[in-house]
């Protein structure tokens, strides 16, 4: 339970952007050239080569971006602390309190994307299966996958703040939240058909497309035409449903906080991770059959907390309750899962 002196800072703070883009637009900057740095390195250094990733080198790096995320989350806070203690507009305000509920609240954005993004591997599978992608280019698309995200969310996040400003917008995300869980629990096992997608079909109708992989390629020279690669198209494919996973995601986060820069930085770590863990989970997802009532009664939660929970506590929602709900929410799906086990009919 949040002390008195962290509620009165929370509703002190009420409608107050603890990080405007203006003042602060070094900092996302920078946390922008550490991410692209790290990325660089990752390709360039430990995966120069395509290679099939293993079992232990997928748990290695998953890890290796726990702990990173981590690190960020460590750094925010005792910047926060240093930072708000020099700021005029939180005078008389607890700014160990404050720096605290930002840290919190990097971690709960973090869970929750976290958790979402285990969603996004059983479409992994399917594409990649379904575009017969060779294991040892996979992880090369995924990085290109993990790329494009990254700009999309920037995008969606930027929209997001603006669009936050309007109660109305955050009635309507938090009711749109709650349609979705609902969805999501109620959603069968029967997996996805790209075939039946319509950007698959425009992908084809309009890009001419070579009959085979060449290597690590995205474009080649086929036949005297310049001509997309199968794994050009899966590319496509992979940014098409993470633009979809990001409509539920971004406005998720939101409800956890309204400071861009938490919503923006907590989510790209959790995608960070995501090769890693397609590579670790993807022959053992289908398990997780419990995840979904998980998943979706997290993304009601938010939604919960964006439509009336925020108001009815007078503005915002504890982060520390938030926090504890959600984590022992998803832990408690991937225990069930395993302590009942799905019908191997299905």
Same mark, same amino acid.
């Given at each position: 339970?949040?002390?008195?002196?962290?509620?009165?800072?929370?509703?002190?703070?009420?409608?107050?952007?603890?990080?405007? +883009?203006?003042?602060?637009?070094?900092?996302?900057?920078?946390? $922008? /050239? !550490?991410? @692209? %740095?790290?990325? &660089?390195?990752?390709?360039?250094?430990?995966?120069?080569?395509?290679?099939?990733?293993?079992?232990?080198?997928?748990?290695?790096?998953?890890?290796?971006?726990?702990?990173?995320?981590?690190?960020?989350?460590?750094?925010?806070?005792?910047?926060?602390?240093?930072?708000?203690?020099?700021?005029?507009?939180?005078?008389?305000?607890?700014?160990?309190?404050?720096?605290?509920?930002?840290?919190?609240?990097?971690?709960?954005?973090?869970?929750?994307?976290?958790?979402?993004?285990?969603?996004?591997?059983?479409?992994?599978?399917?594409?990649?299966?379904?575009?017969?992608?060779?294991?040892?280019?996979?992880?090369?698309?995924?990085? +290109?996958?993990?790329?494009?995200?990254?700009?999309?969310?920037? $995008? /969606? !996040?930027? @929209? %997001?703040?603006? &669009?936050?400003?309007?109660?109305?917008?955050?009635?309507?995300?938090?009711?749109?939240?709650?349609?979705?869980?609902?969805?999501?629990?109620?959603?069968?096992?029967?997996?996805?058909?790209?075939?039946?997608?319509?950007?698959?079909?425009?992908?084809?109708?309009?890009?001419?497309?070579?009959?085979?992989?060449?290597?690590?390629?995205?474009?080649?020279?086929?036949?005297?035409?310049?001509?997309?690669?199968?794994?050009?198209?899966?590319?496509?494919?992979?940014?098409?449903?993470?633009?979809?996973?990001?409509?539920?995601?971004?406005?998720?986060?939101?409800?956890?906080?309204?400071?861009?820069?938490?919503?923006?930085?907590?989510?790209?770590?959790?995608?960070?991770?995501?090769?890693?863990?397609? /590579?670790?989970?993807? %022959?053992?997802?289908?398990?997780?059959?419990?995840?979904?009532?998980?998943?979706?009664?997290?993304?009601?939660?938010?939604?919960?907390?964006?439509?009336?929970?925020?108001?009815?506590?007078?503005?915002?929602?504890?982060?520390?309750?938030?926090?504890?709900?959600?984590?022992?929410?998803?832990?408690?799906?991937?225990?069930?899962?395993?302590?009942?086990?799905?019908?191997?009919?299905?």
């Amino acid at each position: 339970m949040p002390s008195l002196a962290t509620m009165n800072t929370i509703d002190t703070t009420q409608g107050l952007i603890l990080f405007p +883009f203006d003042q602060y637009w070094h900092l996302y900057g920078m946390f $922008l /050239f !550490v991410i @692209l %740095g790290v990325l &660089l390195l990752d390709l360039g250094v430990f995966h120069k080569k395509s290679h099939e990733v293993t079992f232990s080198e997928a748990l290695g790096w998953s890890v290796i971006w726990i702990l990173f995320s981590l690190g960020i989350n460590a750094v925010l806070y005792f910047y926060a602390q240093s930072e708000f203690q020099n700021n005029p507009a939180l005078a008389g305000l607890d700014h160990q309190a404050l720096a605290k509920q930002t840290a919190l609240e990097f971690l709960t954005g973090y869970i929750v994307e976290l958790s979402l993004s285990v969603d996004n591997i059983f479409v992994f599978v399917v594409i990649l299966n379904y575009f017969a992608v060779p294991k040892h280019l996979q992880h090369r698309v995924l990085f +290109f996958g993990i790329l494009g995200a990254i700009i999309f969310r920037l $995008l /969606f !996040v930027v @929209l %997001g703040s603006y &669009l936050m400003q309007f109660h109305w917008v955050e009635i309507v995300f938090g009711a749109l939240l709650i349609v979705t869980g609902i969805k999501v629990m109620r959603s069968g096992d029967e997996p996805m058909n790209p075939d039946r997608n319509i950007v698959l079909k425009l992908v084809r109708k309009f890009l001419p497309v070579a009959r085979d992989f060449h290597g690590s390629k995205f474009i080649v020279r086929d036949d005297g035409r310049v001509r997309a690669t199968p794994l050009f198209v899966c590319l496509i494919f992979l940014e098409f449903s993470d633009i979809v996973f990001a409509i539920d995601s971004v406005p998720a986060i939101f409800a956890i906080t309204r400071e861009p820069l938490i919503v923006f930085s907590s989510n790209i770590c959790a995608i960070l991770g995501l090769r890693s863990m397609y /590579f670790l989970l993807a %022959g053992v997802v289908d398990k997780f059959h419990f995840l979904k009532y998980g998943l979706g009664i997290v993304l009601m939660f938010v939604g919960l907390k964006m439509t009336f929970l925020h108001d009815y506590f007078g503005g915002k929602f504890p982060i520390q309750w938030s926090l504890s709900f959600i984590a022992l929410t998803i832990g408690s799906s991937i225990l069930l899962s395993f302590i009942f086990p799905a019908n191997k009919k299905h």
